[in-house]
């Protein structure tokens, strides 16, 4: 036991060590930012029920999205643009495999409102998997290819249906709001199965909302509360080591993790797909109060909008990004986490009571159409 102690701390210390020095080195600061110009700032989510009821052998599932639209205020901080009405689809998922699929790719047009091989036709994600796999595959490909779950699947077909919910809405918002400044989302830019001749239907989906949003010039910023990591306490001390003297937690920081795979060695990346292809990831923390959260950008925005000929020019546009997340984080409803995200948030999640509700009204509409009130079950 002894020996085999001695073997982990002696790794541990190594390890520890030489990226404690690469983080220190490439933490950066940003400034409190209580105030900001014009800003035009939407956020999307999306919520549901996987199912919210059965119906002999075939299933209903409930999805709900909603976007919220806010500005820059002198007075409010950040006032309400408008308020938009959540969209509702109930999905009927068979078990038999033909009809499947059919509701399937019924349901994801419905939530997006163009046809699949729209979407996987203006997406870059197949040049994505041509890079990772150095193979071409054709849309009809790449549309034969995508994975849809049994019908009882309900974790799985929650992600898919949660997931293109929230990116449909996405998309809706592009299309309906002029000069958005900011696009948020509470997600990630990973890409599950870039790396296999199968796909998911959202892994498009996310790619093609990345080439609108470019193309209306949006930041689109997938934000994730959901960090995990043994190197976090790591990160933690080098943010200490990096800022003032006497504090107990450093707040106001971000570090961008190894664009290339020789730029420097970050453990933390090894075997984790991070960035995702085609992104930038970002580990930052806005208030001590918060956690360290990650922020995925699209890599192609980065490149055209963030990246520039001298490092300290890339550093002030990065800058300005965390300062105007920070500006948006000021809320005393979610103070050190974008209010936006937080507000779409609260305004889509079904309670119990809603989805009890939602799932009565369907049946009664089902049983004046026919259908036996016995044969369903929850």
């Known amino acids: 036991m002894n020996v085999l102690a001695q073997e982990i701390k002696s790794w541990a210390n190594n390890e520890l060590i030489s990226n404690e020095e690469d983080i220190v080195k490439r933490i950066q600061f940003f400034p409190h930012t209580t105030n900001r110009g014009k800003l035009i700032v939407a956020s999307v989510d999306s919520d549901g029920d996987y199912p919210t009821s059965k119906y002999l052998e075939s299933y209903i599932y409930l999805t ?68 990772k796999r150095n193979k071409t595959l054709s849309i009809q490909q790449l549309q034969k290819g995508l994975i849809f779950p049994q019908a009882s699947d309900s974790s799985n077909i929650g992600i898919q249906l949660r997931q293109t919910a929230k990116l449909g809405e996405a998309l809706k918002i592009m299309e309906d709001v002029e000069n958005i400044d900011y696009l948020l989302i509470d997600s990630t830019f990973s890409l599950p199965l870039i790396n296999s001749e199968q796909s998911l239907y959202f892994e498009h989906l996310k790619r093609y909302c990345c080439v609108k949003a470019l193309e209306n010039k949006i930041c689109l910023l997938a934000i994730s509360k959901a960090v995990t990591s043994s190197y976090l306490p790591v990160i933690e001390k080098a943010a200490l080591a990096s800022g003032k003297e006497g504090e107990s937690t450093a707040e106001h920081w971000y570090i961008r993790l190894p664009t290339s795979p020789g730029e420097w060695k970050f453990s933390l990346i090894e075997d984790k797909s991070l960035p995702p292809a085609g992104a930038v990831t970002y580990l930052f923390r806005l208030h001590k109060t918060f956690p360290i959260m990650r922020l995925d950008l699209d890599r192609a925005y980065w490149d055209k909008y963030v990246k520039a000929t001298s490092q300290d020019e890339i550093l002030s ?47 009664d509409v089902a049983v004046a159409n026919g259908l036996s009130k016995k044969l369903f079950s929850f």
């Open 317 to 363: 546009n990065e800058r300005k990004i965390f300062q105007d997340i920070d500006y948006l984080s000021h809320d005393q409803r979610s103070y050190g986490f974008p209010y936006p995200l937080k507000s779409c948030s609260d305004r889509t999640s079904l309670s119990q009571a809603d989805k009890l509700t939602i799932r009565k009204q369907f049946i």
């Open 64 to 131: 709900c999205s909603q976007s919220v639209v806010y500005k820059s205020d002198l007075i409010h901080g950040l006032k309400e643009v408008s308020s938009r009405e959540p969209r509702i689809n109930f999905s009927w998922i068979p078990e038999e495999e033909k009809l499947r699929r059919a509701a399937y790719e019924q349901t994801f047009e419905q939530l997006v409102g163009e046809s699949i091989s729209e979407i996987i036709h203006n997406s870059d994600y197949k040049a994505l998997k041509l890079q």
